[in-house]
């Protein structure tokens, strides 16, 4: 489709049998800032929605500020009654995806959908049409949605898990957006889930003498982490992590901007005792990343962090007092994921960070996740340390 074509459908007036609704690309700062304000608005009336902080919000959308952009691609729309924002979405590729084989998700041909908002159906699928016409320019044949954007941020539609917040760098949707989507033909294709636990309660007795028997083997260290020496050990982390998952679908591997971004972005509630890294014979085999649930913190700031949200962060920040801790990541090297060695592991180093989040931060509930439906590794250890399904997201697609 060439420029002029697009121009048009650009200009397009949607007339979904209510007032005239016009639906125009961002491309200017207040746009983007358009973009940014909508939930705000949608979701004021939600008790369990937490507001972003809107500054960190923003650079998700700005290329010169993410560095996901340096291999995607994205457009985003807004959806407009008169001069009223009704909805948004954004339309985005991924050449790093394209590049994955398609068994695992992704693969040639593939787009993405997500940051979609909206007030009414009407405008859901008048927005996710405008997306799809923009992907199919781009010569994409297949979509997936919603992933927000990049797969390591917000993937996935919450479908249960409504009555309760979701924690930090978790989604959060209406429950009417599932049945639009499934009634625009789309059709699930993954599920994620999240598992919380009681961390205050001792694991069950199996599991106990399994963590025995690893602190006993002289070949097993598990250390914490030693945030002095950020980018060494964040080195460490990644390659056990590119390794982890890189069979797991959805997988597109971190890239050195991206990494450069989340570190700066997760520093300030990275703790010690909180990340573990597991050691066989010295050489580094797994690694377990915890953060106390910074939206706790954020919730009542309604997105600002002026005049005096910033003050109250920071003393936040100094030594967080949490109900919940997150483990956003856990992995152990391929080699050893069929072992039995794998599960010893992860349930050392679950232990060792239960204990340092009761004691130090006075932590009385975890969450695990997001996690495959079908990754029966991690599932299986979720379960064996009675840890519940409190959330559950969905991924769709759709042949173009």
Same mark, same amino acid.
Do not use: C
């Given at each position: 489709?060439?420029?002029?074509?697009?121009?048009?459908?650009? *200009?397009?007036?949607?007339?979904?049998?209510?007032?005239?609704?016009?639906?125009?690309?961002?491309?200017?700062?207040?746009? *983007?800032?358009?973009?940014?304000?909508?939930?705000?608005?949608?979701?004021?009336?939600?008790?369990?929605?937490?507001?972003?902080?809107?500054?960190?919000?923003?650079?998700?959308?700005?290329?010169?500020?993410?560095?996901?952009?340096?291999?995607?691609?994205?457009?985003?729309?807004?959806?407009?009654?008169?001069?009223?924002?009704?909805?948004?979405?954004?339309?985005?590729?991924?050449?790093?995806?394209?590049?994955?084989?398609?068994?695992?998700?992704?693969?040639?041909?593939?787009?993405?959908?997500?940051?979609?908002?909206?007030?009414?159906?009407?405008?859901?699928?008048?927005?996710?049409?405008?997306?799809?016409?923009?992907?199919?320019?781009?010569?994409?044949?297949?979509?997936?949605?919603?992933?927000?954007?990049?797969?390591?941020?917000?993937?996935?539609?919450?479908?249960?898990?409504?009555?309760?917040?979701?924690? %930090?760098?978790?989604?959060?949707?209406?429950?009417?957006? &599932?049945?639009?989507?499934?009634?625009?033909?789309?059709?699930?294709?993954?599920?994620?889930?999240?598992?919380?636990?009681?961390?205050?309660?001792?694991?069950?007795?199996?599991?106990?003498?399994?963590? &025995?028997?690893?602190?006993?083997?002289?070949?097993?260290?598990?250390?914490?982490?030693?945030?002095?020496?950020?980018?060494?050990?964040?080195?460490?982390?990644?390659?056990?992590?590119?390794?982890?998952?890189?069979?797991?679908?959805?997988?597109?591997?971190?890239?050195?901007?991206?990494?450069?971004?989340?570190?700066?972005?997760?520093?300030?509630? %990275?703790?010690?005792?909180?990340?573990?890294?597991?050691?066989?014979?010295?050489?580094?085999?797994?690694?377990?990343?915890?953060? +106390?649930?910074?939206?706790?913190?954020?919730?009542?700031?309604?997105?600002?962090?002026?005049?005096?949200?910033?003050?109250?962060?920071?003393?936040?920040?100094?030594?967080?007092?949490?109900?919940?801790?997150?483990? +956003?990541?856990?992995?152990?090297?391929?080699?050893?994921?069929?072992?039995?060695?794998?599960?010893?592991?992860?349930?050392?180093?679950?232990?060792?960070?239960?204990?340092?989040? %009761? &004691?130090?931060?006075?932590?009385?509930?975890?969450?695990?996740?997001?996690?495959?439906?079908?990754?029966?590794?991690?599932?299986?250890?979720?379960?064996?340390?009675?840890?519940?399904?409190?959330? %559950?997201?969905?991924?769709?697609?759709?042949?173009?």
């Amino acid at each position: 489709m060439d420029k002029s074509s697009l121009a048009l459908i650009d *200009r397009a007036v949607y007339r979904p049998g209510m007032a005239e609704l016009r639906i125009t690309p961002v491309s200017t700062k207040a746009d *983007r800032k358009l973009f940014v304000d909508l939930p705000f608005r949608l979701y004021r009336d939600d008790p369990h929605w937490v507001p972003p902080l809107k500054g960190e919000a923003l650079g998700l959308i700005t290329p010169e500020k993410n560095g996901w952009y340096s291999h995607a691609t994205a457009q985003l729309f807004l959806a407009y009654r008169g001069d009223r924002v009704v909805g948004r979405i954004s339309a985005h590729i991924d050449t790093l995806a394209q590049e994955m084989s398609p068994v695992q998700g992704f693969g040639p041909g593939a787009g993405q959908w997500g940051l979609m908002e909206a007030e009414d159906e009407a405008t859901f699928t008048a927005l996710l049409a405008r997306a799809e016409e923009w992907l199919r320019a781009q010569g994409v044949t297949r979509a997936l949605g919603p992933i927000s954007q990049s797969i390591w941020e917000e993937p996935g539609l919450l479908i249960e898990g409504y009555d309760h917040a979701p924690t %930090v760098m978790m989604g959060h949707a209406k429950p009417a957006y &599932r049945g639009w989507i499934e009634r625009a033909g789309y059709l699930p294709v993954k599920k994620l889930v999240t598992y919380e636990l009681n961390i205050t309660q001792e694991f069950p007795p199996l599991v106990k003498r399994i963590i &025995r028997s690893g602190e006993k083997n002289p070949s097993i260290v598990v250390r914490e982490v030693d945030k002095s020496r950020f980018d060494e050990e964040a080195a460490i982390i990644l390659n056990i992590l590119n390794d982890a998952w890189s069979d797991n679908w959805g997988f597109v591997p971190l890239t050195p901007p991206e990494i450069k971004d989340v570190g700066v972005k997760l520093k300030p509630i %990275v703790f010690n005792d909180l990340i573990r890294i597991a050691e066989l014979d010295g050489r580094p085999v797994a690694f377990m990343i915890t953060l +106390p649930d910074l939206n706790e913190a954020i919730r009542p700031l309604n997105g600002k962090l002026l005049p005096f949200g910033w003050a109250k962060l920071l003393w936040w920040l100094r030594k967080p007092r949490v109900r919940t801790m997150r483990v +956003p990541l856990m992995g152990v090297i391929k080699d050893l994921q069929a072992s039995r060695l794998a599960s010893q592991l992860a349930f050392m180093m679950i232990e060792a960070i239960r204990q340092a989040s %009761v &004691r130090n931060y006075g932590a009385s509930r975890g969450e695990i996740g997001w996690i495959l439906d079908d990754n029966q590794g991690m599932n299986s250890i979720a379960t064996a340390i009675d840890s519940k399904i409190n959330k %559950v997201y969905q991924i769709y697609e759709r042949a173009l």
